[in-house]
């Protein structure tokens, strides 16, 4: 177990596609001691030059999500279209914890081909939220929770526009996962779950948990 937490950042990068909104997932390399082999979006660690110039920490993350979207996969986002929308950190019972910031962010079909760096990313895809969260119960993509939640609130979204406008009225959520067991899998569960406070997962009430069913992660959203 880890106390310590690493500062990082992500882009999630939607567009409209033909048949609705696409996001981009990269691929890990299999290699990587982190989440290897696991599709996510863009990202990676706030190094200490993304504080230049008296940034925050806030700002810091939005140069570090688009320095690292770059690295990743030689797309070069408008810093002005990063919509913040989350914040996830690590539970401490994982061996490595994380801060994240997540920023989405909304670009047109004229943007280059991604070219995946072949060293930490070595594959990307465009695809729907709804079909990368169909791939993943089926067993054929990796997915971190963070990216399971993510994906199943722009699946809800029928445009990239109607995304920014979601994302930019609510209020961000700073998401501090409570790990517990339920019906003997892991379950995840986060703030506004009934079960949260107490990390009791037997809670009657509003539901806001992620389940690891068969090495598949499910998302359980209801209110109250």
């Known amino acids: ?3 310590e937490i690493s500062a990082a950042a992500t882009a999630v990068i939607v567009r409209d596609g033909e048949a609705g909104i696409e996001t981009l997932l990269l691929r890990r390399h299999s290699q990587l001691k982190v989440s290897g082999g696991h599709w ?3 990202g990676g660690r706030i190094d200490p030059e993304d504080y230049r110039g008296g ?8 140069v570090a999500a688009l320095r690292e979207t770059q690295e990743e996969s030689g797309l070069v986002l408008n810093p002005d279209s990063l919509v913040f929308l989350s914040h996830w950190t690590t539970p401490p019972t ?7 910031w997540f920023y989405l962010a909304v670009v047109n079909h004229d943007l280059p081909e991604v070219l995946v760096d072949g060293e930490e990313m070595d594959a990307y895809c465009w695809a729907s939220p709804s079909e990368f969260l169909a791939q993943h119960r089926r067993g054929e993509l990796a997915l971190l929770p963070p990216t399971v939640v993510t994906l199943d609130e722009l699946h809800r979204c029928a445009s990239a526009a109607e ?14 996962p ?6 003997d899998v892991i379950c995840m569960l986060y703030g506004g779950d009934a079960g949260y406070d107490a990390i009791d997962p037997t809670a009657q009430g509003a539901k806001n948990r992620c389940y690891l069913e068969s090495g598949v992660w499910r998302y359980d959203f209801c209110e109250a």
Not at 55 to 62: C, L
Not at 163 to 176: D, N, S, T, W
């Open 40 to 42: 996510v979006f863009p």
């Open 55 to 62: 940034n925050d920490d806030e700002q810091a993350a939005r």
């Open 1 to 3: 177990m880890s106390s």
């Open 163 to 176: 995304a920014q406008r979601f994302y930019g009225e609510r209020p961000v959520p700073f998401i501090a």
């Open 178 to 183: 409570r790990m517990s067991k339920h019906n």
């Open 94 to 100: 994982m061996g490595r914890r994380f801060a994240t």
